[in-house]
């Protein structure tokens, strides 16, 4: 036999498929998230939770995982080679996530995670009946911007100025802005908004907000901003501004406060809609899951530091408190 066709040969059996000897080939899932790896490890961690949950443990399904490391551009190509892997279903991690997932495949099956409304973006018909190879989860939280305004006040009373940081290529954006300007007619308070699409602009954009005349800071949403929390936490402890955010993960890492839906329970959810589309449910049948709670986040340290006194009554209404 000829070394060629001997390798030929090996290659063959090496590649044989598992089934042949009674081990079914582990279900393969594609992440898709334009952020580093090390910034959401914790959303990854989720969705195992979620399929464990149905029976899938971490040795029973393999996940690709491929990440934007900061670059929204690169979702189009990821998702494609998702697609070309033949993975058994996608979470798409982000709006550009799966609008780069529903471009890529029609076949596949997709589960996205956004914090956008999902109609609004484009990718399905219906909440209630998708349709089509999509469903999710959506943490949307444009209707809650007033609250966390009001909350914002709540703690620092005497902020007759709030500076508004927004990632310029949201596509919340707009909606973020009217429901915030809504909410600033009725208490009278004045709003400076700033944006900010780069790391370098963070740092610049802080500075600008320093100068300005700003009592506190209302960080919009996105995966930017979230991506990057430990940066703006550090910035607004920096330049001693109060600062509120979207989930709990802020706060748990040092942020003063935060109003929002469990970013890792909908990641969990998302888990569970990839464990039953597994075993046998059409994606265009489950409902997107919309958040059924709110939860508020206080860190006290950190008000300490910024020489707040956090008034009971909202002290008393917050879901998690980090002494």
Do not use: C
Not at 81 to 103: M, R
Not at 148 to 170: C, F, G, K, W, Y
Not at 181 to 196: D, M, P, Y
Not at 300 to 319: E, H, Y
């Amino acid at each position: 036999m000829r070394r060629r066709e001997f390798i030929s040969l090996l290659a063959s059996t090496v590649a044989w498929p598992l089934e042949a000897s009674g081990q079914p080939a582990k279900p393969v899932i594609g992440f898709l998230r334009p952020t580093r790896a090390e910034e959401s490890g914790h959303l990854v961690a989720a969705v195992r939770q979620g399929l464990r949950e149905l029976d899938y443990s971490a040795g029973q399904v393999v996940i690709e995982l491929r990440w934007g490391d900061g670059r929204e551009s690169q979702m189009p190509k990821l998702a494609s080679e998702l697609v070309a892997l033949n993975v058994a279903a996608i979470v798409a991690a982000s709006t550009v996530s799966a609008v780069a997932a529903k471009a890529a495949t029609s076949n596949i099956p997709i589960v996205f995670v956004i914090g956008e409304d999902p109609q609004r973006a484009g990718l399905v018909t219906s909440l209630n009946r998708p349709g089509g190879n999509m469903t999710g989860v959506s943490f949307y939280d444009i209707p809650i911007t007033g609250k966390r305004l009001t909350l914002l006040r709540e703690l620092v009373p005497n902020a007759e100025t709030i500076a508004i940081l927004q990632d310029p290529n949201s596509i919340t954006g707009q909606a973020e802005t009217r429901e915030i300007e809504t909410a600033v007619r009725a208490s009278g308070q004045k709003i400076l908004i700033f944006k900010a699409g780069s790391e370098q602009e963070i740092n610049t954009v802080f500075s600008s907000i320093d100068q300005s005349a700003a009592g506190a800071l209302f960080v919009g949403g996105g995966p930017f901003f979230n991506a990057r929390r430990n940066q703006l936490i550090g910035l607004a402890a920096l330049h001693a501004i109060p600062a509120s955010y979207a989930f709990s993960t802020y706060v748990d890492a040092g942020g003063l406060i935060s109003y929002g839906a469990n970013q890792v329970e909908a990641y969990r959810r998302a888990g569970i809609y990839v464990a039953r589309i597994l075993k046998g449910e059409r994606p265009g049948d489950l409902p997107v899951e919309l958040p059924t709670k709110f939860e508020l986040a206080i860190n006290l340290r950190t008000a300490k530091a910024l020489g707040l006194n956090v008034p009971p009554q909202l002290l008393a209404r917050a879901d998690a408190v980090i002494e």
